[in-house]
């Protein structure tokens, strides 16, 4: 038998490996084409697997499968440090050039980590992980390798010059892009990165290829799709502006920035701002302007991104309606597993890390902490899909509500998407949050589409801003009263608190004082299907002029559509405030309404710096406004950057993500230190041997969009039954990828003091051997969601 990559499951199959490398070879290049690093992703794919020639792992595997009841120990044999090794050797030398050594980092790095994730340089410890893996660790069998490379994949000329090819790449690339980035080093690290998810695709698509007896898709085959969407997003259009019902003043300024966005489609690429006003119509004339351009610059993929999930399940299903495509428009909540282990058990492993989780759809809804997380995260998982956000057209829903300290990496994701990926993005808001007045900053915005945007702006005036904050603050019972109130003059309420535990509270006050109401909450412990539900009973009530309340955390304030005659929100910032404005007479059917604020003395902002920062900020332009000092249209484009300067300006030492432990932030990591470099000599008295000396790895490791760590849970709520049995039974890598996709829809993040206190009850089940969590039925609640006292009510009522 000759050489071994995989052997497949289902009939013992060998795919040898070269034929592994070249494929991936294949991928990783037509991933790296995109932005013009074709060799150089090839490069790290013809490398990858290299260490598979070696007679110690070609034995391990086979092994493996003749004595599957004794599997030897997964791991136990290095088969990823010898492709990084042999460039290091190969082309580290003082006889090489620095774009030869570069190379010989970048590509080695990804090499070394496709199965953990990329390497630091230089640690804050000042240890190299990536050193110590290519120069340092003894590989067995290493020259037989290297020999074994050169007979079957390339000769020792031909690899030769396919790295002298690379270079000319890499010498090419740095002239179209350097001078495009605020930093040289972070946009060595993004380029890392995007290299790295090229191989990681290419790897996981190929092998998962083998296994299923498929053949990848090469090309895009996106281009007539996008032409047929856009003839039927513009015929659905047109049907909506010949309705008579429909000739109203807003309506016709609907149609107008449409049509803006239509014609603005045709500029070249660029970061774009459309600033269409709440009930503006911004889902379909962002996805006008998306199409238009994906047709007339040939762009691979549309991806929304938004905050939240609630308004992935509302547009998704909106575009897919519109469109009459429900196979090609993916929904991508969150990672129902999250796993970076490349042990594979059994079967059930096996589908779960080949299954199909990589953004290669033409129509991509995901959300913030997706978008962030593939640029920054640690592992494997969410880096593999950064290479499909280059030449794309990419939609910030809500950009305002990016998390403060990831203001700056994500301004910087954006440089590099637009410089280095050809990417045309569009901020979408009706809060522009002031991104360029940071330090930073995005380094070009090259326009806003909406013409006339003050004029705009007033024509779309529907609510006035009642300032309703004390000096002594609102509680539980006086809140509900106002509530009940506001009822005698109207039929629907919404109110937004800042805590799940005063909504809760709120909830079950109203609740007492009138069985009868139709009383609705809304929270993130809650999974999608199940707010999705509830949201739709709300809106059938309003239908229906029936009276009805809905409470809920800041999750609905953005892209829900739905219309409230009356909000009140909880003190909070501007563009919060702006947001639950935009939940009131959202079509101007009710005339003029009024949005109260309140400032609720029982919730407890101690541990929400960005909401109490904000909300200290807005008081104050209450106060300058009641006292003729300030702006009086608190809902205007100037009070709005005012808000936002002064509150980047309070919030400054927290925009570039500091870490405590190391007392660094992110972008000394991720652009390499000096500091290191001269510690590293104090400490052993020798230069540091690399050119670069980014802390990849650590600043990886510390990432995290959300402060709190939580874990998935599956939820048993309706359909969340079949899928828990499910993932009880037999699982293929198709039924993997099927299964992942609608579990999205039936999980909850919860936090780790909720997972200790359900653990301890025994209301937490474990799956696919500890990868996967479900939660008993018990411990769910048709009004409140996860319920972590176990005794939830899973009944259909109405309070």
Known sequence: MGSVAHIRQSDGKVQTVEEHLISVQKLASRYGRTIGVERLAGLAGVL????????????????????????????????????????????????????????????GNAIISHHMGLQDFLSPELESDYLNRVSEKPIDDFQNVVEAFYHHILSQEDFQDYVKQCEIELTHFFK???????????????????????????????????EEK??????????????????????????????????????????????????????????????????????????????????????????????????????????????????????????????????????????????????????????????????????????????????????????????????????????????????????CTATQPALDFVQHSIEKIDGEIVQDLEQVTGAFKRVDIIDKTTNEGWDTEALSDFVFDQLQDVSSVLVILNTKTVVRRLFSHIKETDPNLRVYHLSTSMCAAHRKDILAKVNEAINHKEKVVCLSTQLIEAG???????????????????????????????????????????????????????????????IDRHHDQGIKDLLSSEALTLYFQSYYEALKEDLDYFIPTVQKNMFELLKGNVGYRDAYWN???????????????????????????????????????????????????EDMTALLKKAQHYTVNVYQHEIDRLSQQGDIQSLLEGKLFCLRENAYDLNYGVNIDGNGLMEEHFI
């Open 48 to 107: 990858h697997d290299v260490g598979k020639y070696s007679n110690e792992f070609r034995n391990y595997l086979l092994d493996a499968v003749s004595h599957p009841e004794r599997p030897p120990k997964r791991g136990t044999v290095d088969h990823s440090t010898a492709g990084g090794k042999m460039l290091y050797e190969g082309f580290h030398s003082k006889n090489n050039s620095v774009p030869e050594k570069i190379i010989s980092e970048i590509v």
């Open 214 to 427: 498929t053949s990848p898709t090469i090309d895009s085959q996106n281009d007539n799709l996008f032409e047929a969407y856009y003839n039927k997003l513009t015929n659905h259009l047109s049907d909506l502006n010949a309705n008579p019902h429909t000739q109203t003043t807003i309506n016709q300024l609907r149609a107008k920035m449409s049509q803006e966005c239509d014609a603005f489609a045709e500029k070249p690429s660029g970061i774009y701002t459309l600033s269409i006003p709440t009930g503006g119509g911004k889902t379909l004339a962002s996805l006008r302007y998306a199409l238009k351009h994906a047709v007339t610059h040939q762009k691979e993929r549309i991806i929304y991104v938004v905050p939240y999930t609630t308004i992935i399940e509302q547009n998704a299903e909106e575009v897919k309606r519109i469109l009459e495509d429900r196979d090609h428009i993916l929904e991508h909540h969150s990672n129902v597993v999250e796993t970076e282990s490349d042990t594979l058990n059994d079967v059930k492993d096996k589908s779960l890390k080949l299954a199909k989780d990589n953004w290669d759809a033409p129509v991509i809804f995901t959300t913030m902490v997706q978008f962030l997380n593939a640029f920054y995260s640690k592992g494997t998982r969410n880096v593999r899909r950064l290479h499909h956000l280059a030449n794309a057209v990419i939609i910030f829903d809500e950009v305002q509500s990016v998390p403060i300290k990831c203001v700056s990496l994500f301004n910087e994701a954006l440089n590099f998407l637009k410089g280095a990926g050809g990417s045309s993005i569009l901020l």
């Open 560 to 622: 829900v559509d739905i219309s409230f005659e009356c909000v009140i929100r909880s003190l909070a910032g501007l563009d919060s405030i702006a947001q639950a404005a935009g939940r009131c007479n959202r079509h101007g059917e009710f005339g003029h309404r009024n949005v109260y604020i309140i400032n609720h003395k029982e919730e407890n902002l101690k541990h929400l710096q960005e909401i109490a920062t904000g909300a200290r900020i807005t008081k104050q332009l209450l």
């Open 683 to 733: 400490k052993t008295k020798k230069s540091f041997n690399l050119l670069l000396d980014m802390s990849i790895k650590t600043a990886a490791n510390h990432f995290k969009v959300i402060d709190n760590q939580t874990t998935s849970l599956l939820v048993p709520y309706k359909e969340g039954h079949e899928i828990i049995a499910e993932f009880n039974g037999e699982v293929t890598i």
């Open 176 to 210: 179209q892009n350097i001078d495009k980035q605020n930093g040289q080093k972070l946009f060595l690290t993004l380029l890392t990165k995007y290299i790295f998810s090229c191989l990681i695709d290419a790897d996981r698509t190929d092998t998962r290829c083998f």
